[in-house]
């Protein structure tokens, strides 16, 4: 029967004057240019009677949806979230009675093409009873942003490490451990485009186009943290 090879004795919590342990952390913040844009879309509507705010909310937002998809391939996804339908309310005498019917349908436009954002922002605020919020630029979840930053940040935690060793005259043995807290995309502030647009009257064939926005990319910070440690060799005191 042969003896089988002791283990190896576990670190010391604080490593050992042999191996001393090192722990520092390592973090980086870079800039890069927005994958995308979205824009919110707000059609309004208002009719004496429910059928007619909900035909007019109807048309709207129809025109709105073609509009946002004659786009193409600019447009890379649109969705359709809060509907609304509700009365105004008005009171006379004792009672109160419906003074008219008020409708919204919200929209929400992703972009990848950030040279006709500005013109579509444009053409939508023009429309009859229409706001248009944005935009917000972001980064795609996948980016490869993130994984260049976290790169970044790794190397940031052995120079630090490195640099405590060898100002003891030591140098690194070896990796214990490497946590990762995560990687965050800080949220992209309002840009200057951030306020609302709106359009009370249709357009007549007399009212010349609107002329594009010009919208400057929101360039986004993205920020990575890792705490390593290490083992070194003896320092020379």
């Given at each position: ?70 786009y193409g391939d600019a ?62 630029w972001a980064l795609r ?78 360039r986004q910070t993205v ?15």
């Open positions: 029967m042969t003896d089988e090879p002791n283990p190896p004795a576990p670190h010391a919590p604080y490593g050992t004057p042999e191996a001393p342990r090192l722990a520092v952390q390592g973090e980086a913040r870079l800039a890069f240019d927005p994958e995308i844009a979205r824009i919110g879309i707000t059609v309004n509507a208002r009719g004496t009677d429910r059928r007619t705010a909900l035909e007019d909310l109807t048309r709207r937002n129809s025109l709105a949806l073609d509009l946002v998809k004659s447009v890379e996804k649109v969705e359709t979230g809060a509907f609304s339908i509700s009365p105004e309310l008005t009171r006379r005498g004792r009672g109160e009675r419906v003074r008219a019917y008020h409708g919204r349908v919200r929209i929400t436009a992703a972009l990848t093409d950030f040279t006709a954002l500005g013109e579509l922002a444009t053409r939508l605020a023009d429309l009859e009873l229409t706001q248009v919020d944005g935009p917000w979840p996948d980016s490869p942003a993130y994984a260049e930053v976290r790169r970044h940040a790794v190397r940031e935690a052995v120079k630090r490490a490195r640099e405590y060793a060898q100002a003891l005259g030591a140098d690194l043995a070896a990796l214990v451990e490497l946590a990762d807290p995560g990687a965050e995309d800080a949220r992209p502030a309002p840009s200057a485009f951030a306020g609302r647009m709106r359009s009370a009257a249709p357009e007549t064939a007399e009212d010349a186009p609107a002329p594009a926005l010009d919208l400057e990319p929101r920020h990575a943290l890792v705490h390593a440690r290490f083992t070194m060799t003896p320092p020379r005191l």
